[in-house]
């Protein structure tokens, strides 16, 4: 099975500040990598698929990109409602598995 | 709109069996690759399995730790994804949310029901 390790498992930081999460793959994915956004209480929310794509309706603050084996999701000028859980997940092949999670609070 | 929506969770003791089930509508469901992922108390997202449309063999995949004991179907004339759960374990114990997976480039969940919870505990 495909494994994902994100980094870093959680992160502070202010409204405004730009930050950076890390997923690294044990294999290559050719882009079948997804990222997801997840409050307390509520549904996961896609963000990003095939790595760089923007899902409809997301803010152009989120932004995705792929080298190699390394996928990052970038999130620019920190909203209030942007402080959540964020989780990659691929879908190369069964089991669609997920990363671990990194949780994003305000400093 | 699209919605789903999860009905079926409860307690049930280890060794007991469970079925979920999820009801769609705002899309055609028989069209639609389904899925189900699951969050444990304080655990992260776990990915469940996934159910192909008929006319790409209905064929269904599983996660290792649910595979043997966990079946997904599909009633497209009911627009229903089930889940059925047997020989429990407590580490079952989770809110399960069912997801449509869309083609966008690559498989992906792009809805999600607002989820179940199963507690499996005597």
């Known amino acids: 099975d495909i494994q994902l390790t994100q980094s870093p498992s959680s992160l502070s930081a202010s409204v405004g500040d730009r930050v950076t999460i890390t997923c690294r793959a044990s294999?290559?994915?050719?882009?079948?990598l997804n990222w997801y956004q997840h409050k307390p209480g509520k549904a996961p929310k896609l963000l990003i698929y095939?790595?760089?794509f923007l899902q409809t309706g997301v803010p152009s603050r989120f932004s995705g990109r792929e080298s190699g084996t390394d996928f990052t999701l970038t999130i620019s000028n920190l909203q209030p409602e942007d402080f959540a859980t964020y989780y990659c997940?691929?879908?190369?092949?069964?089991?669609?598995?997920f990363g671990q999670g990194t949780k994003l609070d305000i400093k | 709109e699209v919605q789903l929506v999860e009905s079926g969770g409860g307690l049930v003791k280890p060794g007991g069996s469970l079925r979920l089930a999820c009801a769609a509508s705002?899309?055609?469901?028989?069209?639609?690759?389904m899925g189900w992922v699951r969050q444990a108390p304080g655990k992260g997202l776990e990915w469940v399995g996934r159910?192909?449309?008929?006319?790409?063999?209905?064929?269904?995949g599983y996660a290792a730790p649910v595979k043997g004991r966990f079946t997904i179907s599909r009633d497209d004339s009911k627009n229903t994804l089930y889940l059925q759960m047997n020989s429990l374990k407590t580490e079952d114990t989770a809110v399960y949310y069912c997801?449509?997976?869309?083609?966008?480039?690559?498989?992906?969940?792009?809805?999600w029901g607002p989820g179940t919870l199963v507690t499996v505990s005597s």
């Open positions: 997940q691929h879908s190369y092949s069964i089991p669609y598995t």
């Open positions: 294999q290559t994915l050719n882009s079948y």
């Open positions: 159910i192909k449309t008929k006319r790409d063999d209905g064929t269904a």
């Open positions: 705002g899309f055609t469901f028989s069209n639609s690759w």
């Open positions: 095939a790595a760089t």
């Open positions: 997801t449509t997976v869309v083609f966008a480039v690559v498989p992906a969940c792009d809805y």
